[in-house]
């Protein structure tokens, strides 16, 4: 759908000329009635139609007893009858012509199977009908910029540029009312309900296009269709900043989103990845989400790294410095011109250089002074301002000094006011002035992480996904003859001709299914050889005795055979047994592990880590969502932890990082192309030195679907 | 009269399965056949008349099954036990003489279903190698050989059984052995003169049962999905863990039954992500609402069970892992795997069929 066709298709939600609800009671005290007030004290100046098939008159304005009775036909219409009822209406509400409605009512898909018939029955109608549906099971919408409050929370914040939406209707609401209490402002707030047929993507595509909205800011428990959101999420980013929070990061939180939505909470990891692709800033707390929101929506982006700390007391510097340190935001080296002006308008104990303490009985003067000189340097990017209440201190003329300095200059500013009551009026002057006033440092330095972290992501070139010459043809009949013999697992000779075919170097050797096998194979590839028992049962193969190295001749191939399969067998009785795999001896070399693991809501992540314990106990791991292009492939590798055993530490030399970027790459290309991979595994992926390549000489690959 | 005797030489090699699809070959190569089965060992009764619940099987298979009271001759009750080792059973192989004529009659081909093993019934007289003489039939040995395991009892009974050895055939042979079958087994059985029609591949799908088999024996209710009690179930997975290592874990197999508490949403739906047959729920917790609907939605059934998970996995594996051949569609795939494996023609010839 063009995106244009998205955006005007939504606004019937957001810019109606006319509303009908559709289930208001006579008195008040019903979701009805609620929506209904709602809309008239919010300011709305469309056209209202209550409709309730035994009142002719409510609130002083003409009820409808039903939707055939209407004047016109409604751009909108808010339903809060009881969910039996849902059905007919919007069979009505399609019938008529009406291209929006939500769906307050409860008693759908969350109730049990029963509900969740009646709520596939209603979308039904509503897509035969050609009616887009918020909800159902949901708070309902508010839209600032027709000061349209279809919903049934009667606190609405000021008008402003952050767009929200909520999966949850209970944390909806008091989010609402705390970013009235704080001042906050909206352009759009969604409840999203069931998301029977609306979801999160579609009001982001929404979004992108609207011109009152500078920020998205959502709340969410699950993701309908992941590759799309990325996809929209990334086109949003593009122009705007969307920061999520994304609830059910723990165990225990999963569990609990399952419960509450019906959907797996999704792995960490893949959001992470995901998240990282399209640009998404990433809160962990609700009081994060709107410190971000607040920054980004009140705030010019830096326009580079580097901050300007400028405060009356040291402690509270410090502690802003560690958490520069700690979230990665660089600190402004400032020229010695700075300093030197610094030091000629500062008392002679003030600190000069970054953090800058103009000390302990500074005024509003000496703190404007400062500023200003800062602001001069060209290493400045943003200024954090800290202060506390000393005697002489004037919270209220500093935040009205600095921040004047700060947009004259244009420079992107952040206050920390610390104290309650002394600095209230301070506080509430840089709220005034748009200034994001934070009540302790770390949070301000966390806003402004988050808000370099986005520059970052624009400045940087999207990644393209090479093209990968490979042979698919022989990976797909690999693929069939093992889903055909109903097998889950494709391992040895099988996975790696699955390797070959997309041009990953494997080691010479076959698979023997039995002693003469061995060593007709062991002769042909020369020796020494390795051996390795073979079966899609045994996992750690050297944890249970399954490897023998340096087999140097026939005699030895032959008892290196018997004992593999006898131990395999006498430790794992129940393991299916192919045979014993016969290798070429791989010179030694760093051991790495590339792997794969398809994520229900994102699809196909590939997986890098150094091999071993590395990957097994310090989950030194890094992720990308497939396919990955070579510079995320590089990008990976430069991340892990144990990366300067790669560079080469300690007199080792480096190792060859190109050939593990190509085989990332490979991988990823790999899982895109075949949907019935599950989940691959390249370990050990043997690293020679730079220039000698690498082998792949372990692979096992998960199928099904 | 033709008789062959289909025995073998350790329980569940899957004679009675063999015993079916010998039956319908013969069938559809124009030759009626009847049925036997001398001495049965899982009594049920089939209203009046106390006989083998296998025996019983089979003989609902054919289009003219035989009066239910003779075609198993002796079912092993502990009446019948006693009886034998105090010397009160008069004549047990008069018994099976006697049944077998009521069967038989009228009958070109018998196809006769031997003991579980080669020794078994031997106290009363009625083992193999006495009923093959009794029966004046052949004998088709089902073996099913395990890693390490010699072709003892083959060897057994081809010396007791004599020219009445018609054959061997294997059953129930994982793809990974076939291999060191051929090289190894079969021309030791050349060598001792003993003639081998083939191997029959290993088959989950028959070891499987149904859902509503599994509801059955758990006692369970069934939440949701009622329509898809008929859907198999091969194997079942405990589900004890976070959900990032359940989806990992439950893609390893297919066509599950997935036990876990009912209050564990996150685990029940990383069952529903993979190929999932049914979820067990214990301790009588039912689920979110939200997951039962897409349970249903799926069509995957939600079994709610008063007992613990140790419990529930006890009772499983008491029923599974064994082949089950009452179910639908069972027969007609016995039948297509014998004719994949076995070579029929020359089975049939060398048994005069």
């Given amino acids: 759908m063009l995106r244009e066709a998205h955006f005007l298709s939504l606004q019937g939600f957001f810019d109606p000329a006319s509303v009908a609800v ?55 219409a808010v339903i809060a009858v009881p969910a039996d009822a849902c059905l007919e209406e919007i069979e009505a509400l399609g019938d008529l012509g009406v291209g929006a409605a939500i769906v307050i009512s409860a008693g759908f898909k969350e109730t049990g199977p029963a509900g969740a018939a009646k709520e596939r029955a209603m979308v039904a109608a509503a897509a035969e009908r050609g009616v887009r549906l918020l909800g159902p099971n949901c708070l309902g919408l508010i839209s600032m910029r027709s000061k349209l409050n279809a919903s049934f929370s009667s606190t609405v914040p000021p008008a402003g540029g952050i767009a929200f939406m909520s999966q949850s209707g209970a944390l909806g609401t008091a989010i609402l009312d705390w970013a009235s209490g704080v001042g906050i402002g909206l352009s759009s707030f969604v409840s999203l309900g069931n998301k ?108 580079g790294p580097g901050v300007a700390i400028l405060t009356n007391a040291g402690g509270p510097a410090i502690m802003a410095t560690d958490a520069c340190e700690a979230l990665g935001v660089g600190l402004a080296s400032l020229e010695r011109e700075t300093s030197e002006a610094l030091r000629a308008a500062l008392p002679d104990a003030a600190a000069v250089y970054n953090p800058v303490d103009v000390l302990g009985d500074a005024k509003a003067e000496r703190y404007a002074a400062a500023a200003r000189i800062l602001a001069a340097d060209p290493n400045v990017r943003s200024l954090l301002v800290i202060l506390t209440p000393q005697a002489p201190t004037q919270p209220k003329e500093t935040a009205e000094a600095v921040a004047a300095v700060a947009k004259e200059s244009g420079l992107p500013m952040f206050g920390c006011f610390m104290g309650q009551r002394a600095v209230a009026e301070g506080r509430a002057a840089l709220t005034a002035a748009g200034v994001p006033s934070y009540e302790f440092p770390e949070r301000a330095v966390g806003t402004l992480a988050a808000m370099e972290r986005y520059r970052a992501h624009l400045a940087a070139p999207q990644p393209q996904a090479a093209e990968v010459d490979a042979d698919r043809d022989a990976v797909r009949a690999v693929i069939d003859e093992a889903l055909g013999a109903r097998r889950m697992t494709i391992a040895e000779e ?99 592990i590339v792997g794969i693991n398809r994520d229900p809501t994102f699809g196909p992540l590939v997986m890098f880590g150094l091999g071993g314990i590395y990957v097994e106990v310090m989950k030194d791991v890094t992720f990308r969502m497939c396919p990955v292009s070579p510079e995320e492939a590089r990008a990976m590798v430069t991340e892990v932890k144990a990366f300067g055993l790669l560079r080469g530490a300690r007199g080792q030399k480096p190792a060859d990082i190109d050939a593990i970027v190509d085989v990332i790459v490979k991988v990823s290309a790999l899982a895109s192309d075949f949907d019935d991979i599950l989940e691959l595994d390249i370990n050990p992926l043997m690293v020679m030195d730079r220039g000698g390549g690498a082998l792949a000489v372990d692979i096992r690959i998960g199928i099904g679907g | 009269m033709r008789t062959i005797i289909v025995a073998s030489t350790k329980p569940y090699a899957g004679k009675t399965g063999i015993c079916v699809a010998l039956l319908g070959e013969l069938r559809e190569r124009g030759v009626g056949a009847g049925y036997f089965k001398p001495y049965g060992t899982m009594p049920f009764r ?28 002796i079912v092993r009750s502990e009446r019948f036990v006693e009886d034998v080792l105090l010397g009160r059973e008069p004549s047990p192989s008069e018994r099976v003489a006697d049944a077998f004529a009521t069967v038989s009659k009228g009958q070109d081909v018998m196809v006769v279903e031997g003991p579980s093993d080669v020794y078994q019934g031997m106290a009363a007289g009625v083992q193999l190698c006495a009923v093959a003489d009794l029966l004046d039939g052949r004998v088709l040995l089902v073996d099913n050989p395990e890693h390490l ?96 290592k359940a989806l990992r874990f439950f893609r390893r197999k297919a066509r599950k039954a997935v036990i876990t508490g009912g209050d564990r949403a996150d685990v029940q739906l990383a069952a529903l992500e993979t190929s999932t047959s049914a979820i067990v729920l214990t301790g009588n917790m039912p689920p979110s609402s939200l997951v039962l609907a897409r349970a249903d939605q799926l069509g995957v059934p939600m079994v709610l069970v008063d007992m613990d998970t140790l419990t529930a996995v006890e009772k499983l594996e008491g029923i599974m892992g064994q082949v089950r051949l009452h179910g639908p569609g069972k027969a007609d795939r016995m039948r297509e795997m014998f004719v994949a494996g076995v070579a029929v023609d020359d089975l049939l010839e060398a048994f005069d069929l």
């Fill in chain 1, 196 to 303: 029977a047929d609306l979801d999160e993507s579609d009001l982001l595509q929404a979004w992108t296009d609207d011109p009152d909205t500078r920020v998205v800011v959502a709340y969410l428990e699950s993701i309908a269709d992941g590759r799309r959101f990325v996809d929209v999420a990334s086109t949003l980013v593009a122009t705007k900043p969307l920061i999520v929070l994304k609830a059910g990061s723990s165990d225990a939180g999963a569990r609990a989103v399952s419960s509450h939505t019906g959907s797996l909470a999704g792995s960490q990891t893949a959001y992470e990845a995901a998240f990282r692709k399209a640009g998404i800033i990433r809160a962990d707390t609700v009081q994060d989400l709107f410190d971000f929101a607040e920054g980004f929506s009140r705030q010019p982006l830096p326009a």
């Fill in chain 1, 22 to 76: 559709i289930g208001v009671g006579r008195e008040p005290g019903g979701v009805g009635r609620a929506v209904f007030d709602n809309l008239l004290s919010g300011g709305f100046t469309g056209a209202v139609y209550p409709i309730n098939p035994r009142a002719d008159e409510i609130a002083g304005k003409r009820c409808y007893h039903d939707v055939a009775e209407l004047p016109s036909v409604p751009d909108l």
């Fill in chain 2, 46 to 73: 089939d209203g009046n008349v106390l006989t083998d619940r296998d025996a019983y099987y089979v003989n609902t298979t054919l289009p003219k099954p035989g009066p239910m009271g003779s075609v198993c001759a």
């Fill in chain 2, 149 to 244: 395991e010699l072709p003892d009892a083959v060897l057994g009974a081809a010396d007791c059984l004599g020219t009445r050895l018609g054959g061997v055939v294997l059953n129930r042979i994982h793809e990974s052995r076939s291999a060191a079958i051929i090289e190894h087994l079969v021309p030791f059985y050349r060598g001792r003169g003993i003639p081998y029609f083939g191997m029959i591949a290993d088959d989950p799908t028959l070891a499987s049962i149904t859902v509503s088999e599994l509801v059955d024996e758990l006692g369970g209710t069934v939440l949701c999905a009622e329509d898809r009690l008929d859907e198999p179930v091969e194997s079942f997975m405990i589900g004890a863990m976070g959900q990032e």
């Fill in chain 1, 494 to 592: 099988r996975a790696a001709a699955v390797a070959s075919a997309y041009g990953i170097a494997i080691p010479k050797g076959g698979l023997a299914r039995d002693v003469k096998e061995a060593r007709l194979l062991a002769a042909r590839i020369g020796f020494p050889v390795a051996m390795k028992i073979a079966s899609p049962d045994i996992l750690h193969k050297s944890d249970l005795g399954g490897i023998r190295l340096g087999v140097t001749d026939l005699d030895m191939v032959s008892r290196a055979y018997a004992e593999l399969v006898d131990s395999a067998q006498s430790r794992m009785p129940d393991a299916v047994i192919w045979g014993v795999t016969v290798q070429q001896m791989i010179p030694a070399g760093r051991e790495v």
